[in-house]
């Protein structure tokens, strides 16, 4: 080695020891936040990529899962599951987008399954004619021309909080029975609290809806980003308007009894990328 080269090396050194060894971009592949996960979890996936501006994409359980960008090569995504989602160990695949048909990555991921319990309601005929296919179907329709064009980018900060103070009723998942039928799965937290008590944002977002809707009562829904969007149903009276920004906190409406509902009580629900899941995870 000449002198001059061994001076080079010295200084590379000098400057390693000062700075640190310069951190290469990520290795392209796959992360899992969890590779085990049970039946209304969700799992954060990231990607990392070389073409990422080549609309990789990521299928699980018979779908597409829509990837958002996070810096230069890395892609991200939210895939939950919930009652309907088959137990058993899957495969989340990354297909190229530039190249058909080709997969870039592949991992397993086990969805156990859980047994929820029931719980047998009497409704007030008024409350049980809500149940209406027509008046579903209007809701449905509502939400879904309100959700259709959802951020990008990611609002949502650290932990969510938990909306309301009151008392936890029907959990995640319990099948609900009204006058002998069985109606499905209960996909929120419901909270009892007296008409009036102030609900909060659960975490920074846009509300994408905010008026009454037939089933659900006086509705606000939230869009977090990255396909993560809350709601909150059956409320006495709402404080925010459709497109408002609002943050973790912000007061947003007042628990109500509104729409098919048997008391006063906050339904909160949390979906990733139109999945709706166990909100109560995403408080911890
Ligand atoms: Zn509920």
Same mark, same amino acid.
């Given at each position: 080695?000449?002198?001059?080269?061994?001076?080079?090396?010295?200084?590379?050194?000098?400057?390693?020891?000062?700075?640190?060894?310069?951190?290469?971009?990520?290795?392209?592949?796959?992360?899992?936040?969890?590779?085990?996960?049970?039946?209304? +979890?969700?799992? +954060?996936?990231?990607?990392?990529?070389?073409?990422? @501006? /080549? !609309?990789?994409?990521? %299928?699980?359980?018979?779908?597409?899962?829509?990837?958002? /960008?996070?810096?230069?090569?890395? &892609?991200?995504?939210?895939?939950?599951?919930?009652?309907?989602?088959?137990?058993?160990?899957? *495969?989340?695949?990354? +297909?190229?987008?530039?190249?058909?048909?080709?997969?870039?990555?592949?991992? @397993?991921?086990?969805?156990?399954?859980?047994?929820?319990?029931?719980?047998?309601?009497? &409704?007030?005929?008024?409350?049980?004619?809500?149940?209406?296919?027509?008046?579903?179907?209007?809701?449905?329709?509502?939400?879904?021309?309100?959700?259709?064009?959802?951020?990008?980018?990611?609002?949502?900060?650290?932990?969510?909080?938990?909306?309301?103070?009151?008392? *936890?009723?029907?959990?995640?998942?319990?099948?609900? #029975?009204?006058?002998?039928?069985? /109606?499905?799965?209960?996909?929120?937290?419901?909270?009892?609290?007296?008409?009036?008590?102030?609900?909060?944002?659960? !975490?920074?977002?846009? #509300? /994408?809806?905010? +008026?009454?809707?037939?089933?659900?009562? !006086?509705?606000?829904?939230?869009? $977090?980003?990255?396909?993560? #969007?809350?709601?909150?149903? $059956?409320?006495?009276?709402?404080?925010?308007?459709?497109?408002?920004?609002? %943050?973790? @906190?912000?007061?947003?409406?007042?628990?109500?009894?509104?729409?098919?509902?048997?008391?006063? $009580?906050?339904?909160?629900?949390?979906?990733? !990328?139109? #999945?709706?899941?166990?909100?109560?995870?995403?408080?911890?």
């Amino acid at each position: 080695m000449t002198r001059i080269r061994l001076a080079y090396s010295l200084v590379w050194i000098a400057i390693l020891l000062a700075f640190g060894v310069p951190t290469a971009a990520p290795a392209a592949g796959i992360e899992l936040s969890a590779t085990t996960i049970k039946q209304g +979890e969700a799992v +954060e996936v990231t990607v990392y990529v070389s073409e990422v @501006g /080549r !609309n990789p994409v990521l %299928r699980f359980g018979g779908r597409v899962w829509p990837l958002y /960008r996070i810096g230069q090569e890395g &892609l991200r995504t939210y895939i939950g599951t919930d009652p309907f989602t088959r137990p058993g160990t899957q *495969r989340i695949t990354v +297909e190229s987008g530039a190249r058909k048909g080709v997969v870039l990555f592949s991992r @397993g991921i086990t969805v156990q399954r859980v047994s929820f319990p029931t719980r047998r309601l009497r &409704l007030d005929p008024d409350k049980f004619a809500l149940l209406d296919p027509k008046l579903i179907a209007i809701e449905r329709q509502k939400v879904g021309t309100a959700l259709r064009y959802l951020s990008s980018g990611q609002h949502w900060d650290g932990a969510f909080i938990v909306p309301v103070e009151g008392r *936890r009723t029907s959990p995640y998942g319990v099948i609900s #029975v009204y006058q002998g039928r069985r /109606r499905g799965w209960h996909r929120g937290t419901d909270f009892a609290a007296p008409v009036g008590t102030p609900v909060y944002a659960a !975490n920074h977002g846009i #509300v /994408r809806l905010a +008026e009454p809707v037939p089933v659900s009562g !006086n509705a606000v829904f939230i869009d $977090h980003g990255f396909g993560v #969007v809350t709601s909150y149903l $059956h409320m006495s009276a709402i404080y925010v308007k459709a497109g408002q920004r609002v %943050r973790k @906190g912000t007061l947003i409406g007042a628990v109500g009894a509104t729409g098919l509902s048997t008391g006063p $009580h906050l339904h909160w629900a949390l979906r990733t !990328n139109g #999945v709706l899941v166990d909100p109560l995870p995403w408080t911890r």
